[in-house]
Protein backbone atom coordinates (compact mmCIF):
# COMPACT_ATOMS: atom_id res chain seq x y z
CA UNK A 1 0.00 0.00 0.00
CA UNK A 2 1.36 3.14 -1.05
CA UNK A 3 1.62 5.44 1.87
CA UNK A 4 -0.93 8.69 2.62
CA UNK A 5 1.07 10.66 4.45
CA UNK A 6 3.58 13.40 3.38
CA UNK A 7 5.63 13.53 6.90
CA UNK A 8 8.70 13.35 4.51
CA UNK A 9 8.13 16.03 2.27
CA UNK A 10 7.20 18.33 5.37
CA UNK A 11 9.72 21.34 6.26
CA UNK A 12 11.85 20.90 9.42
CA UNK A 13 11.18 23.09 12.46
CA UNK A 14 14.03 24.53 11.98
CA UNK A 15 13.45 25.30 7.87
CA UNK A 16 14.46 29.34 8.69
CA UNK A 17 17.81 28.27 9.80
CA UNK A 18 19.08 27.95 6.11
CA UNK A 19 18.31 31.20 4.58
CA UNK A 20 19.92 32.91 7.94
CA UNK A 21 22.66 31.09 8.12
CA UNK A 22 23.34 31.50 4.13
CA UNK A 23 23.31 35.27 5.90
CA UNK A 24 26.25 34.32 7.92
CA UNK A 25 28.32 32.63 5.10
CA UNK A 26 27.67 35.94 3.14
CA UNK A 27 28.83 37.93 6.13
CA UNK A 28 32.30 35.63 6.16
CA UNK A 29 32.70 36.09 2.66
CA UNK A 30 32.29 40.08 2.90
CA UNK A 31 34.59 40.14 5.76
CA UNK A 32 37.65 38.04 3.92
CA UNK A 33 36.95 40.38 0.56
CA UNK A 34 37.73 43.83 3.29
CA UNK A 35 40.29 41.95 5.36
CA UNK A 36 42.29 40.18 2.72
CA UNK A 37 42.68 42.93 0.19
CA UNK A 38 40.18 42.93 -1.96
CA UNK A 39 39.29 40.05 -4.18
CA UNK A 40 36.37 41.22 -6.17
CA UNK A 41 36.15 45.00 -6.91
CA UNK A 42 33.22 47.05 -5.30
CA UNK A 43 31.61 50.17 -6.57
CA UNK A 44 32.07 53.21 -4.11
CA UNK A 45 29.21 53.06 -2.04
CA UNK A 46 28.90 49.18 -1.99
CA UNK A 47 32.27 48.66 -0.84
CA UNK A 48 31.68 51.52 1.54
CA UNK A 49 28.66 49.55 2.68
CA UNK A 50 30.35 45.98 3.10
CA UNK A 51 33.29 48.01 5.25
CA UNK A 52 30.58 49.07 7.53
CA UNK A 53 28.93 45.74 7.42
CA UNK A 54 32.26 43.98 8.41
CA UNK A 55 32.39 46.41 11.02
CA UNK A 56 29.58 45.84 13.06
CA UNK A 57 30.18 42.33 12.95
CA UNK A 58 33.77 42.08 14.01
CA UNK A 59 32.91 44.28 16.79
CA UNK A 60 30.17 42.57 17.99
CA UNK A 61 30.95 38.89 17.08
CA UNK A 62 33.23 38.32 20.29
CA UNK A 63 30.68 39.56 22.70
CA UNK A 64 27.94 37.14 20.66
CA UNK A 65 30.54 34.30 21.45
CA UNK A 66 30.55 35.49 24.78
CA UNK A 67 27.09 35.44 25.31
CA UNK A 68 26.46 32.10 23.98
CA UNK A 69 29.09 30.71 25.56
CA UNK A 70 27.54 31.80 29.15
CA UNK A 71 24.05 30.56 27.81
CA UNK A 72 25.13 27.26 27.20
CA UNK A 73 27.37 27.14 30.18
CA UNK A 74 23.80 28.39 32.15
CA UNK A 75 22.11 25.26 30.32
CA UNK A 76 24.26 22.55 30.61
CA UNK A 77 25.38 23.22 34.66
CA UNK A 78 22.87 25.25 36.07
CA UNK A 79 20.04 23.12 37.83
CA UNK A 80 16.76 24.66 36.68
CA UNK A 81 16.05 24.40 40.64
CA UNK A 82 18.62 27.06 40.97
CA UNK A 83 17.77 29.99 39.59
CA UNK A 84 14.16 29.71 41.05
CA UNK A 85 15.87 29.55 44.84
CA UNK A 86 18.13 32.82 44.18
CA UNK A 87 15.90 34.94 42.55
CA UNK A 88 12.44 36.23 44.26
CA UNK A 89 9.23 34.41 43.80
CA UNK A 90 7.36 37.62 43.55
CA UNK A 91 7.73 39.10 39.70
CA UNK A 92 7.87 42.32 41.06
CA UNK A 93 11.26 42.08 43.21
CA UNK A 94 12.50 39.62 40.29
CA UNK A 95 12.52 42.33 37.87
CA UNK A 96 14.74 44.42 39.51
CA UNK A 97 17.04 42.14 40.85
CA UNK A 98 17.57 40.35 37.75
CA UNK A 99 18.38 43.75 36.04
CA UNK A 100 21.12 44.44 39.04
CA UNK A 101 22.40 41.45 38.40
CA UNK A 102 23.26 42.47 34.56
CA UNK A 103 26.14 44.09 35.99
CA UNK A 104 27.77 41.25 36.68
CA UNK A 105 28.29 39.96 32.68
CA UNK A 106 30.72 42.29 30.63
CA UNK A 107 29.22 41.96 27.38
CA UNK A 108 27.27 43.96 24.74
CA UNK A 109 23.58 43.54 23.64
CA UNK A 110 24.30 40.78 21.24
CA UNK A 111 25.51 38.20 24.03
CA UNK A 112 22.86 39.05 26.09
CA UNK A 113 20.40 38.05 23.46
CA UNK A 114 21.08 34.29 23.90
CA UNK A 115 21.85 34.57 27.48
CA UNK A 116 18.03 35.73 28.10
CA UNK A 117 16.75 33.15 26.33
CA UNK A 118 18.67 30.21 28.61
CA UNK A 119 17.29 32.58 31.49
CA UNK A 120 13.85 31.89 30.27
CA UNK A 121 13.91 28.46 29.57
CA UNK A 122 15.40 27.69 33.40
CA UNK A 123 12.47 29.28 34.15
CA UNK A 124 13.22 32.67 34.93
CA UNK A 125 9.82 35.17 34.76
CA UNK A 126 9.97 36.21 31.39
CA UNK A 127 9.88 39.94 32.53
CA UNK A 128 13.20 39.72 34.60
CA UNK A 129 15.01 37.95 32.39
CA UNK A 130 14.01 40.55 29.53
CA UNK A 131 15.44 43.34 32.50
CA UNK A 132 18.38 41.58 33.04
CA UNK A 133 18.91 41.72 28.26
CA UNK A 134 18.16 45.74 28.88
CA UNK A 135 20.73 46.26 31.61
CA UNK A 136 23.17 44.45 31.16
CA UNK A 137 25.19 46.31 28.14
CA UNK A 138 24.56 49.49 29.98
CA UNK A 139 25.29 48.63 33.02
CA UNK A 140 28.38 46.31 32.78
CA UNK A 141 31.79 47.90 34.44
CA UNK A 142 33.23 47.99 31.07
CA UNK A 143 30.69 49.57 29.47
CA UNK A 144 30.95 52.29 32.73
CA UNK A 145 34.69 52.50 32.45
CA UNK A 146 34.35 53.38 28.55
CA UNK A 147 32.14 56.15 29.46
CA UNK A 148 33.67 57.61 31.89
CA UNK A 149 37.15 57.46 29.43
CA UNK A 150 35.10 58.79 26.73
CA UNK A 151 33.20 61.65 28.91
CA UNK A 152 36.49 63.03 31.04
CA UNK A 153 35.25 66.15 30.60
CA UNK A 154 31.81 65.48 31.84
CA UNK A 155 31.98 62.54 34.92
CA UNK A 156 28.17 63.07 35.50
CA UNK A 157 27.53 61.33 32.62
CA UNK A 158 28.93 57.77 34.15
CA UNK A 159 26.05 58.63 36.71
CA UNK A 160 23.52 59.39 34.37
CA UNK A 161 24.46 56.50 32.23
CA UNK A 162 23.81 53.82 34.69
CA UNK A 163 20.86 55.15 36.68
CA UNK A 164 18.62 55.91 32.98
CA UNK A 165 19.72 52.50 31.77
CA UNK A 166 18.63 50.71 34.93
CA UNK A 167 15.61 52.37 35.59
CA UNK A 168 14.33 52.36 32.41
CA UNK A 169 14.96 48.25 31.96
CA UNK A 170 12.92 47.66 34.99
CA UNK A 171 10.85 50.15 34.11
CA UNK A 172 9.64 47.99 31.00
CA UNK A 173 10.35 44.19 33.10
CA UNK A 174 7.16 46.13 35.07
CA UNK A 175 5.57 46.87 31.88
CA UNK A 176 5.90 43.32 30.71
CA UNK A 177 4.60 41.90 33.16
CA UNK A 178 1.39 42.74 32.63
CA UNK A 179 1.32 44.03 28.80
CA UNK A 180 3.46 40.81 27.07
CA UNK A 181 1.20 38.33 27.78
CA UNK A 182 1.07 35.96 25.28
CA UNK A 183 3.67 37.85 23.05
CA UNK A 184 5.98 34.71 23.79
CA UNK A 185 5.75 31.42 22.24
CA UNK A 186 5.56 28.22 24.52
CA UNK A 187 8.50 27.03 23.45
CA UNK A 188 10.59 30.53 24.41
CA UNK A 189 9.87 29.64 28.16
CA UNK A 190 10.18 25.77 27.89
CA UNK A 191 12.80 23.85 29.86
CA UNK A 192 15.83 23.48 27.48
CA UNK A 193 15.28 20.41 25.02
CA UNK A 194 19.13 20.29 24.88
CA UNK A 195 19.33 19.90 28.68
CA UNK A 196 17.10 16.30 28.91
CA UNK A 197 18.26 12.97 28.80
CA UNK A 198 21.73 13.98 27.69
CA UNK A 199 25.70 14.85 29.02
CA UNK A 200 26.64 18.12 30.15
CA UNK A 201 28.98 18.22 27.22
CA UNK A 202 26.36 17.16 24.73
CA UNK A 203 23.81 20.01 26.29
CA UNK A 204 26.42 22.30 26.30
CA UNK A 205 27.37 21.46 22.49
CA UNK A 206 23.93 21.62 21.37
CA UNK A 207 22.59 24.88 22.86
CA UNK A 208 25.47 26.39 21.93
CA UNK A 209 24.86 25.55 18.21
CA UNK A 210 21.22 26.20 18.26
CA UNK A 211 22.14 29.56 20.03
CA UNK A 212 24.52 30.24 17.09
CA UNK A 213 22.19 29.21 14.45
CA UNK A 214 19.13 31.44 15.91
CA UNK A 215 21.38 34.35 16.67
CA UNK A 216 24.42 34.63 13.81
CA UNK A 217 22.33 34.84 10.82
CA UNK A 218 20.27 37.55 12.54
CA UNK A 219 23.35 39.67 13.80
CA UNK A 220 24.60 39.86 9.78
CA UNK A 221 21.22 40.90 8.54
CA UNK A 222 20.80 43.66 11.22
CA UNK A 223 24.36 45.03 10.41
CA UNK A 224 23.68 44.88 6.80
CA UNK A 225 20.53 46.90 7.35
CA UNK A 226 22.10 49.44 9.19
CA UNK A 227 25.20 49.56 7.28
CA UNK A 228 22.68 50.72 4.23
CA UNK A 229 21.06 53.28 6.50
CA UNK A 230 24.56 54.63 7.17
CA UNK A 231 25.59 55.18 4.09
CA UNK A 232 22.81 56.41 2.14
CA UNK A 233 21.98 59.00 5.16
CA UNK A 234 23.56 62.14 3.58
CA UNK A 235 26.19 63.49 6.36
CA UNK A 236 25.98 66.53 8.05
CA UNK A 237 22.58 66.79 9.35
CA UNK A 238 23.67 67.18 12.84
CA UNK A 239 24.32 71.00 12.08
CA UNK A 240 20.90 71.77 11.78
CA UNK A 241 20.41 69.77 15.40
CA UNK A 242 21.75 72.30 18.39
CA UNK A 243 19.47 74.68 17.88
CA UNK A 244 16.34 72.40 18.61
CA UNK A 245 17.23 70.40 21.27
CA UNK A 246 13.61 68.48 21.31
CA UNK A 247 14.96 67.51 17.55
CA UNK A 248 17.71 66.40 18.98
CA UNK A 249 16.82 64.35 21.64
CA UNK A 250 14.84 62.76 18.92
CA UNK A 251 17.10 62.17 16.34
CA UNK A 252 19.93 60.86 18.39
CA UNK A 253 17.35 58.31 19.76
CA UNK A 254 17.00 57.44 15.86
CA UNK A 255 20.58 57.50 15.18
CA UNK A 256 20.98 55.02 18.23
CA UNK A 257 18.60 52.42 17.09
CA UNK A 258 20.13 52.81 13.05
CA UNK A 259 23.96 52.75 13.93
CA UNK A 260 23.62 49.49 15.74
CA UNK A 261 27.15 50.80 17.46
CA UNK A 262 28.54 47.85 20.39
CA UNK A 263 27.45 49.39 23.61
CA UNK A 264 31.48 48.78 24.54
CA UNK A 265 31.89 51.84 21.41
CA UNK A 266 29.41 54.13 21.73
CA UNK A 267 30.17 56.13 24.20
CA UNK A 268 33.39 57.27 22.12
CA UNK A 269 30.84 58.18 19.25
CA UNK A 270 28.31 60.19 21.36
CA UNK A 271 31.07 62.42 23.36
CA UNK A 272 32.14 63.20 19.16
CA UNK A 273 28.73 64.74 18.96
CA UNK A 274 29.91 68.04 20.48
CA UNK A 275 27.33 70.61 18.82
CA UNK A 276 24.60 68.35 20.95
CA UNK A 277 23.79 68.74 24.56
CA UNK A 278 24.58 66.25 27.56
CA UNK A 279 21.06 65.34 27.87
CA UNK A 280 20.81 64.02 24.25
CA UNK A 281 23.89 62.52 24.23
CA UNK A 282 22.32 60.53 27.01
CA UNK A 283 19.75 59.67 24.70
CA UNK A 284 22.04 58.15 22.52
CA UNK A 285 23.49 56.06 25.01
CA UNK A 286 20.40 54.65 26.99
CA UNK A 287 18.63 53.92 23.65
CA UNK A 288 21.23 52.70 21.62
CA UNK A 289 22.34 49.30 24.06
CA UNK A 290 18.47 48.32 24.35
CA UNK A 291 16.75 49.26 20.98
CA UNK A 292 18.98 49.21 17.60
CA UNK A 293 18.37 47.09 14.07
CA UNK A 294 20.83 44.41 14.64
CA UNK A 295 19.17 43.83 18.34
CA UNK A 296 15.30 43.74 17.09
CA UNK A 297 16.60 41.14 14.21
CA UNK A 298 17.99 39.21 17.08
CA UNK A 299 14.70 39.49 19.12
CA UNK A 300 12.77 38.59 15.76
CA UNK A 301 14.97 35.26 15.48
CA UNK A 302 14.51 34.52 19.08
CA UNK A 303 10.89 35.36 19.81
CA UNK A 304 9.25 36.10 16.95
CA UNK A 305 7.29 38.71 15.28
CA UNK A 306 4.57 39.41 18.05
CA UNK A 307 6.77 39.90 20.49
CA UNK A 308 9.25 42.42 18.89
CA UNK A 309 6.16 44.73 18.03
CA UNK A 310 5.31 45.71 21.11
CA UNK A 311 8.64 44.90 23.31
CA UNK A 312 11.24 47.16 20.27
CA UNK A 313 8.74 50.50 20.53
CA UNK A 314 7.78 50.08 24.08
CA UNK A 315 11.48 49.78 25.36
CA UNK A 316 12.16 52.50 23.28
CA UNK A 317 10.03 55.37 24.62
CA UNK A 318 10.60 54.23 27.75
CA UNK A 319 14.53 54.67 27.26
CA UNK A 320 14.31 58.21 25.49
CA UNK A 321 11.56 59.26 28.45
CA UNK A 322 14.05 58.07 30.99
CA UNK A 323 17.53 59.29 29.93
CA UNK A 324 15.59 62.95 29.11
CA UNK A 325 14.51 62.67 33.01
CA UNK A 326 17.53 61.70 33.94
CA UNK A 327 19.34 64.66 31.80
CA UNK A 328 17.03 67.17 33.17
CA UNK A 329 17.77 66.17 36.25
CA UNK A 330 21.73 65.99 36.31
CA UNK A 331 22.47 68.29 33.23
CA UNK A 332 20.22 71.13 33.83
CA UNK A 333 18.30 71.23 30.74
CA UNK A 334 17.85 69.92 27.46
Not at 25 to 53: C, F, K, R
Not at 125 to 149: D, E, G, K, R
Amino acid sequence: MIPTTNRHWRLSPEWWTVPISALGITGMLLAVNQLAGPVVTLPGQVESWAAITVAIVLQALPFLVLGIIVSSVISALLPAQTLGRILPRNPLTAVPVTAGAGMLLPGCECGSVPVAQSLMRRGVTPAAALAFLLASPAINPVVLVSTAVAFQGNPRMVLARFLASILAAIAVGWLWLSLGRGRLDASATSPDPHAVNSGRWEAFRATAMHDLLHTGGYLVLGAMLAAAIKVLVPAGWFEYLGNNPWLAVLLMAALAVVMSLCSEADAFIAASFTAISPTAQLVFLVVGPMVDIKLIAMQFGAWGRRFVALFAPLTAVVAVVMGTGVGLLLFGGL
